[in-house]
């Protein structure tokens, strides 16, 4: 079956650092990759999404490539504010499962 | 144009009690899902409904059930609460269910505590 792998947090970071969030997928067929953001109080929100290989998703200072050799869709931004401390969410989508898949969700704590 | 709108935003319960989550989206989506987001576990799918007239199980199915009313509202329903449901719900929507590009859309999620 599908699943989705990220690395565990909390990611803290002091502001202007450099951003990397690991995402690993297995799926069958050929799933669209997504990163949804998750700001505090609030529901989830669609950040960026990549449907096929090689493909670049970005948003806000955000960007994942769709690698499909090393089944990964790892998020970075370059330079993260305060504003984005949120929990962030990586998910696939396949044809051969009708079920979207999440991963647990990384938090991410920025420091002035 | 609301998008995805859940009620109530909070509710406390004691156990046994029942209770029903409305959502509601305005966005002409023909699936509609329930999942509850508990720390460490991530969202887990309760129900879905891939269009109006149909529902089925998701990963944590028990006891919970739903109703898909309408196009627009899917409702889910604690018949008898327990304190293993305390939990944020999230209601969400997309275009359709299966499309390998669909996006999903999130109502601002309940927050139920049961005692």
């Known amino acids: 079956g599908n699943s989705v792998t990220q690395m565990e947090g909390p990611v803290t970071l002091s502001e202007e650092a450099f951003l990397t969030i690991n995402c690993t997928y297995t799926a069958t067929g050929y799933p669209s990759l997504f990163w949804y953001v998750q700001y505090p109080g609030e529901g989830l929100q669609l950040l960026l999404k990549?449907?096929?290989?090689?493909d670049k998703g970005s948003n806000k200072g955000f960007e994942a490539t769709y690698r499909k050799e090393t089944t990964s869709f790892h998020l970075e931004k370059g330079s993260v504010q305060v504003s984005d401390s949120a929990v962030y969410f990586c998910?696939?989508?396949?044809?051969?499962?009708?079920?979207?898949?999440f991963g647990r969700g990384t938090s991410l704590i920025v420091h002035p | 144009n609301a998008g995805v709108t859940q009620t109530p935003k909070f509710q406390v319960l004691k156990t046994g009690q029942s209770m029903t989550l409305q959502c509601a989206q305005d966005m002409n989506h023909n699936s509609m899902y329930w999942y509850r987001q508990d720390p460490g576990m991530g969202l887990r799918l309760i129900y879905y409904s891939a269009s109006e007239g149909t529902t089925d199980k998701g990963e944590v199915p028990n006891g919970y059930n739903v109703s898909r009313l309408n196009k627009r509202e899917f409702s889910l329903r604690l018949e008898s609460a327990a304190p293993s449901q305390t939990s944020v719900y999230f209601c969400a929507s997309s275009e359709e269910l299966g499309g390998s590009q669909e996006t999903q859309y999130f109502g601002p999620g309940t927050r139920l505590l049961v005692l």
């Open positions: 990549a449907t096929k290989a090689d």
């Open positions: 998910a696939l989508s396949s044809g051969g499962s009708y079920i979207p898949t």
